[in-house]
């Protein structure tokens, strides 16, 4: 092998995805793509807003080229870092200005950026399961370790009361996504409180800060009026992380930004980090007409009834069939447990009725599956008989 | 300090180079923007081709958004990699295809993405100085460190004699930069086959591939019909490394490739780890419209004349003024010899006089500054008092 080891483990955790990825596409081929129900990923099926487009255009229009794609500083475009943080303070009276934003090639380069400056060699990143896979490469790139918190398998909350216990003077960040990927769970504010008071504990205890990482690119996608609360209010050493992936349907265009706080501890160290994480990391900045786009997309919302029409259909679906499902509060996932004795194993079956679904085993949660349902509403029609079928064959 | 000793070392090498900028902006807000001559920065001024605009448009109109704008794999889109490798081929007679390309956030991305694959901690890359101070960085990023070769200071040709003796087993990339940032240089194909003669014998020595990173970016920038050789084809375990950012202007855009031969050492082992590595990273994929734009513009050039007056200007002219110059046969940079004792003092100097100029010992080569000439020929005109006055003062 002449890739590095941590590689080498990375690549053949690929391969198993992929693998799912391919075995997909070549049913596609079998048996046609129509008869095919893939849940398994989470790019998203609602339309990119007509003002992303118009927006496109208005900027090439309006600016000098040299400008719109040019280079300008590592951390960004200085009139979109103040719109941004208009926009934040506008919801969330935080009081933030154009120096306190980064803007990152998505949320995965911010966390990348991140966990760049806070990490050395064994340094520990805490999550709570389930989580986003991803987490732990991003923090493996730096020597890094994801330590993770089990999961609440009752009620799929934030399982703050094991937590305490995984702290020491190696913890450097603890991730959290809300509303979660996977389980489309909201973490109330109540329980951001109560993680707050364990934290500012545990930091006198270890003798440095432990940063809080709100990655949050689901926070437009709630349904029944759900509020998501707002960690850097609640939490002092938190960092803010958001893509437009999500809400504006562009996960190919890699744009997103953080937000730090002044009133975080070593703000001054940290945001300096931030910038130079950014170019060093070789993304140098955030793409440049993306961050003009979205600086003029900042309210512009997604259509949820598009992602909330198929939660309801799934649901309820599933739920009168016998499957038991987790109902989500946002995000575009759901979790349904395993009606067998091992995921995998229902995972195969279901793909004997089309219908391909991923094992939460790689999201430090065995035992469920996870739908993507960010998806074609005709798609899940389609796939009632399927799932009814498979009800029958698990004995529901 | 709360961010990690690599990041504080990063941080503090950063600030000089922002002090720098800082200072030329009081300068311009002191004298005036039109008195100040700036020749700091390689941010290309040559106008974005018409044909670039054109391509954002059409394929907004000819294309759905969710395929524009929407996740692909994480080596990019097929149908990109596809042209890309059939340009590859019309010109360097390779045999591409598709799967040995991957689409990256810039020349950045993809050296990011080696280094991320292939080393260890301790591992070492080669570069020859003077070099492009960001390779130290993006080793450093995957505790890796950067061994230079001393410069050639009289040809300013690659220093090959002194390679063998820099190899070891840790030994695990060697970068060629061609043509050069900052000496303007191109290495000339003989250099580059008693390269490949040197490393051949040393892979055998230290029993594993050492990988040849060729970073061109400024491939088409060339001037009086010099010719840069295709590394590839010259160097089995060769790596080309493109930007898109010099070529076309685009520096903001973040978009770039990289091509591997399945020609060379462990291809099947190298291809995967780069997809991989572009996702753990956090580009995921390079962005994705861009990706579509320079696929078609895959044969616009940058418009040569703009940038190859300002080189016969400002040669001409340092060179009658008394100033010892490298001739630059590519690139957009020029090398002048410090005329003083001490290349900082001659720095402070030529800001005296309202000119910008880069000492280029972050470039492992003292007693030489940086000119970068991607600049308005209005400005090198103006300049030329300053220079004259400049000259006269250091005594020429």
Chains 1, 2 share one sequence.
Do not use: W
Not at 288 to 299: I, K, N, P, T, Y
């Amino acid at each position: 092998m002449v890739i590095s080891k941590s590689m080498e483990a990375l690549v053949a955790g690929s391969s198993t995805i992929r693998k799912l990825f391919e075995e997909g596409l070549q049913l596609a081929a079998e048996v046609g793509a129509e008869n095919v129900y893939d849940f398994s990923l989470g790019n998203p099926a609602s339309p990119v807003p007509a003002k992303v487009t118009e927006s496109i255009k208005d900027i090439l229009a309006e600016n000098p080229d040299s400008y719109v794609h040019g280079y300008m500083k590592n951390a960004g475009f200085d009139e979109v870092r103040a719109n941004v943080a208009a926009n934040l303070n506008k919801r969330f009276d935080m009081g933030y200005d154009a120096g306190d934003i980064v803007m990152t090639v998505g949320a995965a380069g911010a966390m990348n950026c991140i966990f760049r400056a806070l990490i050395e060699t064994d340094d520990e990143v805490i999550a709570f399961a389930p989580y986003f896979g991803e987490y732990r490469n991003y923090a493996a790139n730096y020597g890094g370790k994801l330590v993770v918190v089990p999961p609440d398998m009752d009620n799929f909350d934030l399982n703050i009361n094991e937590l305490d216990a995984l702290i020491n003077p190696k913890t450097k960040c603890i991730i959290i996504n809300n509303p979660n990927n996977p389980s489309g769970r909201i973490f109330p504010e109540e329980t951001i409180k109560q993680l707050g008071a364990i934290i500012e504990k545990a930091e006198k205890r270890i003798g440095h800060p432990i940063y809080v990482l709100a990655d949050e690119p689901y926070r437009e996608l709630v349904y029944d009026n759900e509020v998501v609360p707002y960690i850097p209010s609640i939490i002092k050493n938190s960092i803010y992380i958001y893509s437009f992936s999500k809400t504006l349907s562009l996960p190919g265009e890699r744009i997103g930004y953080m937000a730090l706080s002044k009133k975080m501890d070593c703000y001054d160290e940290m945001i300096n980090a931030m910038a130079v994480a950014n170019r060093c990391l070789g993304y140098v900045n955030a793409p440049s007409l993306f961050q003009l786009v979205v600086s003029r997309c900042l309210d512009e919302g997604v259509d949820l009834d598009f992602y909330d029409r198929n939660r309801k259909l799934l649901y309820d679906k599933l739920t009168s069939l016998g499957f038991k499902v987790v109902k989500p509060q946002g995000a575009f996932y759901l979790l349904v447990k395993d009606p067998m004795e091992d995921e995998e194993e229902f995972v195969s079956l279901a793909k004997k009725h089309h219908i391909i679904l991923v094992s939460t085993k790689s999201f430090g949660c065995p035992g469920y599956i996870r739908m993507a349902y960010c998806v074609d509403y005709e798609m899940i029609k389609r796939s009632i008989p399927a799932f009814e079928a498979l009800a029958k064959e698990c004995g529901l």
